[in-house]
């Protein structure tokens, strides 16, 4: 598994991440059996949130951890917060409160990365800094970042948050690529020259902030992969996977890997065949006319 640098922390994290959202919905043994999976694949970060499984797929992590022979101090472990029942808060007492509650649930003393999981239009940005001060005082946080963020709600919170804004974790996939398309469309009247994103993809890359693909194989109707309604990018991918010795499954990660941001892949599966297949994405360097070919097979124009 290859590593990249998390920001310019000097942090060496595996370019694919496990995700933990559905963990809670394994046993002890099937959830271990998954971090053994994981480990074996060469994947040393594990990203949670308090919101999953309403705090059960970090219990469920903690309770499985034990029973395999991954050590503390050899993984990076994420979390976010900031979802509420029907409302987002980035409250300083919140963000405190929730921290504590991570730290208790996946029963350790600090979390590596801490990320506010979805923009709340109440922000204060000045609360904001006073939690992430405290919890990087008290050895609870270590790095910080941000989830589904734009670029000047990131400038915002950098008024003020003296830390490094070191990760935005973003939705994107092959049939999922705002972030790319506004870019090719630049100076044209077509549909995909739309800016959703307000070109955060560029940001994050002027900015030394790793970007971090979720949901990397899923389209508008599921997961795309194998399904009846995408068979023309199924078709392409399983056409270019040969020339690379690998599996169309495994091309849909590397597609995100070739991309210069250096991304770090959030995998969602809970299947350990899966996320070995998923995670031999890395060290697959795709050529360029190959990267478009699959960006077309997509049904993206190139104007």
């Known amino acids: 598994m290859k590593t990249i640098e998390l920001g310019k922390t000097g942090l060496q994290i595996s370019e694919v991440a496990l995700g933990c959202m559905r963990m809670d919905k394994l046993s002890k043994s099937d959830a271990t059996a998954v971090l053994e999976a994981s480990k074996e694949a060469g994947i040393n970060f594990y990203d949670h949130a308090d919101i999953y499984g ?9 309770e499985a951890i034990k029973d395999t022979s991954i050590k503390r101090e050899d993984i990076i472990l994420q979390s976010k917060a900031g979802i509420r029942s029907g409302f987002y808060d980035f409250s300083k007492e919140h963000i405190i409160k929730s921290v504590d509650g991570i730290l208790k649930r996946l029963e350790t003393d600090y979390i590596d990365v801490f990320l506010l999981h979805r923009p709340d239009a109440l922000v204060e940005p000045e609360e904001v800094a006073e939690a992430f001060d405290q919890l990087r005082a008290s050895g609870k946080v270590k790095q910080f970042g941000v989830s589904n963020h734009s670029p000047n709600q990131i400038e915002l919170l950098k008024k003020y948050v003296k830390q490094t804004i070191v990760a935005n974790q973003l939705q994107m996939s092959v049939m999922h690529t705002g972030m790319i398309d506004a870019g090719v469309q630049v100076n044209t009247k077509h549909e995909a020259s739309i800016d959703h994103d307000r070109a955060i993809l560029d940001y994050c890359r002027l900015n030394d902030i790793t970007v971090q693909p979720w949901s990397p194989v899923q389209g508008s109707k599921g997961v795309f992969l194998n399904h009846s309604d995408y068979s023309d990018i199924n078709e392409t991918l399983k056409s270019v996977s040969e020339k690379y010795e690998t599996n169309h499954e495994a091309l849909a990660i590397a ?14 599966t809970m299947t350990p065949d899966r996320i070995k297949n998923y995670a031999s994405a890395s060290g697959i360097e795709l050529s360029r006319e190959d990267w478009y070919a699959i960006y077309r097979g997509a049904g993206n124009q190139l104007p």
């Open 54 to 62: 309403k705090g059960e797929s970090e219990k469920r992590f903690a």
């Open 255 to 268: 597609w995100l890997l070739r991309h210069p941001a250096q991304m770090q892949v959030i995998l969602g």
